[in-house]
């Protein structure tokens, strides 16, 4: 939308020259209501501009850089045929707002509109001829410029306009349709492929049962290299200490058999930690060993929770092994497990044979 009366320069031209307007002596009653015609429209580009600008776009286009020069020009002076001239211009403005607004015109504007009616005659010969065409002549020139526009051309092709967006829907459906069957398709590849690895929700948690017994099973490991190392090394420290004082072995006798207590007891305490995590390695080797077979027969079986009901109603037992060893806990044997004080009696035996 083109602007001309919302614009800074516009309106120091429209105030300049309502105030020009106003310092007029008119010289009869025509002039008198012809000024005043002048001034309302120009005061009222001035105070809403908004409303002119969207109203008045064809006039714009036509003559509204001339109307604005017109007021600017101070050097001719204000005589009769330039203010009719002004006049007829502020008439075309107001007509075509008169024809565009959906309301009819203020009291005021009315009067106004009606005054250029009753008066053509009294004005200038060019003044005459614009407010003649503007009355019989742009009304048409103004429905011809508005039917040839962007707008209306849509509208006129509104049909085929219809008729693609028909055809884009009806692809669009077809395309959705198909997208839809292989969503469905890939749901029920997957749907098979979840139940093949997943049976129902039972082998994720098994393998996340696994994955913690494998980190069990890894630290215990350790901890038995760790012991391996100081059962070996107090013996091994012993034997250097020997070998480093053969040639006086007489007098460090005393301080190795001091030694050989706590060496001993060491030795004996690290032997029986080695075999309570010896066992406990064992056992969680034996528990992994349980779970996967468990995630074997999860893999195995597939859509067990739909046809469980069929086969259990043709035979009852058919499934009770798999359901034994599938939902059954995870044992741990126990029975070897070493007692807190086993193996003191043999150690106290070796203290005995060596105070003896």
Same mark, same amino acid.
């Given at each position: 939308?083109?602007?001309?009366?919302?614009?800074?320069?516009?309106?120091?031209?429209?105030a300049?020259? @309502?105030?020009?307007?106003?310092?007029?002596?008119? &010289?009869?009653?025509?002039? +008198?209501?012809?000024?005043?015609?002048?001034?309302?429209?120009?005061?009222? #580009?001035?105070?809403k501009?908004?409303?002119?600008?969207?109203l008045?776009?064809?006039?714009?286009?036509?003559?509204?850089?001339?109307?604005?020069?017109?007021?600017? $020009?101070?050097?001719?002076?204000?005589?009769?045929?330039?203010?009719?001239?002004?006049?007829?211009?502020?008439?075309?403005?107001?007509?075509?707002?008169?024809? /565009? #607004? %959906?309301?009819?015109l =203020?009291?005021?504007?009315?009067?106004?509109?009606?005054?250029?009616?009753?008066?053509?005659?009294?004005?200038?010969?060019? &003044? @005459?001829?614009?407010?003649?065409?503007?009355?019989?002549?742009?009304?048409?020139?103004?429905?011809?410029?508005? &039917?040839?526009? $962007? =707008?209306?051309?849509?509208? +006129?092709?509104?049909? =085929?306009?219809?008729?693609?967006?028909? +055809?884009?829907?009806?692809?669009?459906? /077809?395309?959705?349709?198909?997208?839809?069957?292989?969503?469905?398709?890939?749901?029920?590849?997957?749907?098979?492929y979840e139940? =093949?690895?997943?049976?129902?929700?039972?082998?994720?948690?098994f393998?996340?049962?696994?994955?913690?017994?494998?980190?069990?099973?890894?630290?215990?490991l350790?901890?038995?290299?760790?012991?391996?190392?100081?059962?070996?090394? *107090?013996?091994? !420290?012993?034997?250097?200490?020997?070998? #480093?004082?053969?040639?006086?072995?007489?007098?460090v006798?005393?301080?190795?058999?001091?030694?050989?207590? *706590?060496?001993?007891?060491?030795?004996a305490?690290?032997?029986?930690?080695?075999?309570?995590?010896?066992?406990?390695? %064992?056992?969680? @080797?034996?528990?992994?060993?349980?779970?996967?077979?468990r995630?074997?027969?999860?893999?195995?079986i597939?859509?067990?929770?739909?046809?469980?009901?069929? #086969?259990?109603?043709?035979?009852?037992?058919?499934? $009770? +092994?798999?359901?034994?060893?599938?939902?059954?806990?995870?044992?741990t044997?126990?029975?070897?497990? *070493?007692?807190t004080?086993?193996?003191?009696? %043999?150690?106290?035996?070796?203290? @005995? !044979? &060596?105070k /003896?």
């Amino acid at each position: 939308m083109a602007e001309l009366f919302n614009t800074n320069q516009s309106k120091t031209v429209l105030a300049k020259f @309502k105030h020009k307007v106003d310092g007029l002596a008119p &010289a009869d009653d025509f002039e +008198k209501q012809r000024n005043s015609l002048i001034r309302l429209v120009i005061g009222s #580009m001035e105070n809403k501009p908004e409303q002119w600008d969207e109203l008045c776009q064809i006039n714009i286009q036509w003559i509204g850089d001339q109307f604005i020069n017109r007021l600017a $020009d101070e050097e001719k002076e204000l005589s009769k045929e330039r203010l009719d001239d002004i006049c007829s211009m502020c008439f075309r403005f107001l007509f075509e707002l008169y024809l /565009s #607004m %959906k309301n009819d015109l =203020a009291m005021e504007f009315e009067a106004a509109r009606r005054f250029v009616f009753n008066n053509v005659d009294s004005f200038e010969h060019n &003044a @005459k001829e614009q407010i003649e065409y503007a009355i019989r002549d742009m009304p048409i020139n103004i429905f011809k410029a508005i &039917a040839n526009s $962007d =707008a209306i051309d849509s509208l +006129k092709n509104f049909n =085929a306009v219809s008729a693609k967006a028909e +055809k884009l829907k009806d692809d669009w459906d /077809s395309e959705l349709s198909e997208r839809e069957a292989r969503v469905n398709s890939l749901k029920e590849s997957l749907s098979k492929y979840e139940n =093949a690895f997943n049976f129902v929700g039972l082998y994720q948690g098994f393998d996340e049962l696994s994955t913690e017994k494998k980190e069990e099973r890894d630290g215990i490991l350790l901890w038995l290299r760790v012991l391996s190392v100081l059962i070996v090394s *107090p013996i091994v !420290a012993e034997l250097i200490f020997v070998y #480093m004082h053969l040639d006086n072995i007489a007098a460090v006798k005393d301080g190795l058999l001091v030694s050989i207590f *706590p060496t001993v007891s060491l030795v004996a305490i690290s032997v029986y930690y080695f075999r309570v995590l010896l066992f406990n390695y %064992k056992s969680v @080797k034996s528990q992994l060993l349980q779970i996967d077979l468990r995630k074997t027969l999860c893999r195995f079986i597939q859509n067990y929770s739909e046809y469980s009901i069929e #086969m259990k109603k043709k035979d009852t037992g058919s499934l $009770d +092994k798999f359901e034994s060893i599938v939902f059954s806990g995870i044992v741990t044997d126990d029975g070897s497990l *070493p007692s807190t004080f086993d193996g003191m009696d %043999k150690i106290g035996k070796l203290i @005995k !044979a &060596a105070k /003896s």
